[in-house]
Antibody
Framework: QVQLVESGGGLVQPGRSLRLSCAAS????????MHWVRQAPGKGLEWVAI????????YYTDSVKGRFTISRDNSKNTLYMQMNSLRGEDTAVYYC?????????WGQGTLVAVSS | QSVLTQPPSASGTPGQRVTISCSGS????????VNWYQQLPGTAPKLLIY???QRPSGVPDRFSGSKSGTSASLAISGLQSEDEADYYC???????????FGTGTKVTVI
């Protein structure tokens, strides 16, 4: 069955960096686009980024452009999000999701807390 | 703030029909299909409706989606207690070059 497992979250100070990972299994990872979506505590969903199946195309929400980088390693069936210059407003549960255009199947999320 | 607007809450008694609206614009709903997500308390979101009116396998036919112009709607007929959740509309926005979510609607079964 399709499985997406996020990891790498935790408590980090403002201005520091963090890398999230999403391990995929149960489907042909290299055939699907992948997304990161986040949800701040008690708030709604916010789409963060998408990467195409082969990594050639990437799009980001404005608030993370220049700070976050989405990438993938199809040989390891893993999606990544490198997050630099973290801010308090980046505090959220980060979900990875499978989908060529829109998020379809979602992982359970990993919490990122940015605080001094 | 989101470019897709939903009412913050909706409610009904068991068996009733509840409708949730999602208002967008000509750069998103007006030219794209709409998806709906259900988020039960404490869990990850789940795709409920895709391509405006299609249900993934396993989603009851009590859930239906539609679109007219720059607005979309999700209808829940025969409301059940397990439908208590947050519901989000979403679509791609060509002006923003981004996937956008609605503001979310909390459905309560009275």
């Amino acid at each position: 069955q399709v499985q997406l497992v996020e990891s790498g979250g935790g408590l980090v100070q403002p201005g520091r960096s963090l890398r999230l990972s999403c391990a995929a299994s149960g489907f042909s990872f290299s055939s699907y686009g992948m997304h990161w979506v986040r949800q701040a505590p008690g708030k709604g969903l916010e789409w963060v980024a998408i990467i195409s199946y082969d990594g050639s195309n990437k799009y980001y929400t404005d608030s993370v452009k220049g700070r976050f980088t989405i990438s993938r390693d199809n040989s390891k069936n893993t999606l990544y999000m490198q997050m630099n210059s973290l801010r308090g407003e980046d505090t959220a549960v980060y979900y990875c999701a499978r989908g060529n255009n829109s998020p379809g199947y979602w992982g359970q999320g990993t919490l990122v807390a940015v605080s001094s | 703030q989101s470019v897709l607007t939903q009412p913050p809450s909706a409610s009904g008694t068991p068996g009733q029909r509840v409708t949730i609206s999602c208002s967008g614009s000509s750069s998103n709903i007006g030219i794209k299909t709409v998806n709906w997500y259900q988020q039960l308390p404490g869990t990850a979101p789940k795709l409920l409706i895709y391509t405006t009116n299609q249900r993934p396998s396993g989603v009851p036919d009590r859930f239906s989606g539609s679109k007219s112009g720059t607005s979309a709607s999700l209808a829940i007929s025969g409301l059940q207690s397990e439908d208590e959740a947050d519901y989000y509309c979403a679509t791609w926005d060509d002006s923003l070059n981004a996937y956008v979510f609605g503001t979310g609607t909390k459905v309560t079964v009275i």
